[in-house]
Antibody
Framework: EVELVESGGGLVKPGGSLRLSCAASGFTFRSYSMNWVRQAPGKGLEWVAS????????YYADSVKGRFIISRDNDKNSLYLQMNSLRAEDTAVYHC?????????????WGQGTLVTVSS | SYELTQPLSVSVALGQTARITCGGN??????VHWYQQKPGQAPVLVIY???NRPSGIPERLSGSNSGNTATLTISRAQVGDEADYYC?????????FGGGTKLTVL
């Protein structure tokens, strides 16, 4: 069974940093692209970033470009999101999601998410 | 940047057919995916590449895509179909989600 479990969320002050992790199991992690999608409280889904199987293709939403870094460790079956210069508008539940061709295909499995709150 | 437009809400009588639209410029040339999200839960893929159902998704859910509109159709609507529904495409190296539609079954 495919399982994606996010961790690392919490309360952080504006301008601070946080690193999210997503532990994958139940499938061959290195064979899939991976993605981060966030959802602010009471709002819709917003794509954050995508990374290809071998980390050679990486894409970001304009809203996080230059502040967030997506990465993966295929040996550890893990996906990461380094979030820097955090703003109040980054407050959201962050989900990791599995894809196939980076960005271009559907997200067929999602984690439950981890909540990031940016507040002073 | 590419935009997807969904109605904020759609209501359907129990057992009837609901149609949720997703509008975008020439969206018919793109692959459209649909997700269902119930309160407090992660999104679930219900339709991929316009009209394909993942395993476990009932045949009552179907999709179509042509011109400037993609449509998710839910036949014989059930109370369990009440959820938020999001369409999604890939455009210019960007993943785009629609704003979401809340489906209410009356």
């Amino acid at each position: 069974e495919v399982e994606l479990v996010e961790s690392g969320g919490g309360l952080v002050k504006p301008g601070g940093s946080l690193r999210l992790s997503c532990a994958a199991s139940g499938f061959t992690f290195r064979s899939y692209s991976m993605n981060w999608v966030r959802q602010a409280p009471g709002k819709g889904l917003e794509w954050v970033a995508s990374i290809s199987r071998g980390s050679d293709y990486i894409y970001y939403a304009d809203s996080v470009k230059g502040r967030f870094i997506i990465s993966r460790d295929n040996d550890k079956n893990s996906l990461y999101l380094q979030m820097n210069s955090l703003r109040a508008e980054d407050t959201a539940v962050y989900h990791c999601a599995r894809g196939w061709v980076v960005g271009a295909t559907e997200f067929d499995s999602w984690g439950q998410g981890t909540l990031v709150t940016v507040s002073s | 940047s590419y935009e997807l437009t969904q109605p904020l809400s759609v209501s359907v009588a129990l057992g009837q057919t609901a149609r949720i639209t997703c509008g975008g410029n020439n969206i018919g040339s793109k692959n459209v995916h649909w997700y269902q999200q119930k309160p407090g839960q992660a999104p679930v893929l219900v339709i991929y590449r316009d009209n394909n159902r993942p395993s476990g998704i009932p045949e009552r859910l179907s999709g179509s895509n042509s011109g400037n509109t993609a449509t998710l159709t839910i036949s014989r609507a059930q109370v369990g179909d009440e959820a938020d529904y999001y369409c999604q495409v890939w455009d210019s190296y960007t993943v785009v989600f629609g704003g979401g539609t809340k489906l209410t079954v009356l």
